[in-house]
């Protein structure tokens, strides 16, 4: 029999209906710094906000009297099959919001057969990772760092531990001015201060789970442990002077496919095309670095525009229900990437919560595009989105 405390778990899991159902779940779990961390953006989160409620900006437009009795959500995503057109973007420090986090998210795209991202600011290591997800689609993102040998070894560890797809993100040269993360005075693990012990008592779950982990940058070597804030980690590790040569370099010493993470200018899309770069990945890293940067998806048209083709893109920030990913689309994205849905999903309850959230995702698309007239992917088109006019 199922332990009473993962049967009440699978219940609140299976009530939530929406990815901000999985939001509050996470908010009761997580010590209010930790859900800070997921939750927060740069500055005056403008931009955080504006990745979200952009979307409101295009309406869908449906067509009637197409035959929608059968669906097919599955996408090709650079070469390799996908149940559904969006992966999991790479977030640090998932081990910290769950016990063994990376790889209870990746054990969760593995089984509904989407890419799973490991950044490089993991707790968990490339091997482990792989070890314990072994059958997934696994990418591998990269940082700059100021080790380059340090930096060549993570990409061969990457490629011997079975990683498919590089994506390396160029929008974190420095890390944006992240207010809550400051006020809070975060760090991995959590400085013992007595605002946090009166938060600690009422997350019971996540102390006992997270407690017994080893937490660090797993990719890192010990760096003598103590109380780390990801802008020391940052700051001390990351190379700010990495440019368009360095990155023809990976781009010549990678031998699998490769995404750039990090792209709103066209001008900056054609440069990554031209290098040989299989996938643009449309981000302002999810309204964390520079705050008042356009909107994931008001950057996408443009993008779309000077790519013409010649590489997918990925869109990736704001996305929270099955609708937005059909708005993606039809401007011209090949498929979504995702962080805090799945980052809540799985502070609220693990593989459990992370399954869940793709279950939501799953379930919106196929609705929307039933009711769209669109029973494949392929099918939506610009002419299904149309621009609110007089929006504010
Ligand atoms: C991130 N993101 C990120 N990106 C990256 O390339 N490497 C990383 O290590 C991280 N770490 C990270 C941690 C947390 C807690 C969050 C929320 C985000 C950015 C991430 O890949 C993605 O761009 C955004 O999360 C997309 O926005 P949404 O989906 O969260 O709105």
């Not at 020391?232 to 360095?246: C, G, T």
Request: glycine content about 10%; aromatic content about 6%; charged content about 25%.
């Amino acid at each position: 029999a199922q332990p009473v405390a993962s049967t009440r778990l699978s219940a609140r899991l299976r009530q939530a209906h929406a990815i901000a159902d999985l939001r509050s779940l996470a908010a009761r779990r997580l010590p209010r710094a930790v859900f800070d961390f997921i939750d927060g953006g740069a500055e005056d989160e403008r931009t955080l906000r504006d990745n979200v409620e952009a979307f409101d900006g295009w309406m869908l437009m449906p067509r009637v009297g197409v035959d929608v009795a059968r669906r097919d959500l599955t996408r090709p995503i650079l070469g390799a099959t996908s149940s559904l057109p969006l992966m999991m973007a790479p977030t640090g420090l998932a081990g910290f919001f769950w016990p063994d986090g990376e790889v209870a998210g990746a054990r969760a795209a593995a089984r509904a057969g989407i890419p799973y991202c490991l950044s490089t600011n993991s707790v968990a290591s490339i091997e482990h990772v792989a070890a314990g997800a072994p059958d997934g689609e696994r990418w591998f993102q990269l940082y700059f760092l100021r080790d380059r040998d340090w930096m060549q070894a993570l990409l061969a560890r990457a490629a011997a531990a079975h990683y498919r797809v590089l994506c390396l993100t160029v929008d974190l040269a420095v890390q944006g001015r992240r207010e809550r993360d400051l006020r809070n005075a975060f760090t991995m693990p959590l400085r013992p201060r007595l605002a946090t012990a009166f938060d600690l008592a009422r997350r019971p779950g996540w102390l006992a789970g997270v407690a017994r982990s080893r937490l660090g940058f797993g990719n890192f070597e010990a760096a003598g442990g103590g109380f780390t804030s990801v802008a020391q980690h940052v700051a001390s590790l990351f190379d700010p002077s990495a440019n368009w040569d360095d990155i023809a370099r990976i781009r010549e010493h990678w031998r699998g496919p490769m995404a750039l993470k990090g792209i709103l200018h066209p001008a900056d899309a054609e440069k990554a095309v031209a290098l040989g770069i299989e996938a643009v990945i449309v981000s302002n890293h999810g309204g964390r670095q520079l705050d008042d940067v356009p909107a994931a998806i008001e950057a996408l048209p443009d993008v779309a525009a000077a790519v013409a083709g010649r590489a997918e893109i990925i869109l990736d920030g704001g996305v929270r229900r099955g609708t937005d990913v059909v708005k993606a689309l039809a401007l011209g994205a090949t498929a979504c990437s995702m962080g805090r849905p799945f980052l809540w999903g799985l502070s609220a309850g693990g593989t459990e919560g992370v399954s869940r959230a793709i279950e939501i995702f799953r379930s919106e698309l196929d609705n929307a595009m039933t009711l769209l007239g669109t029973p494949t992917l392929a099918d939506i088109t610009r002419d299904h989105v149309r621009e609110r006019k007089g929006g504010g």
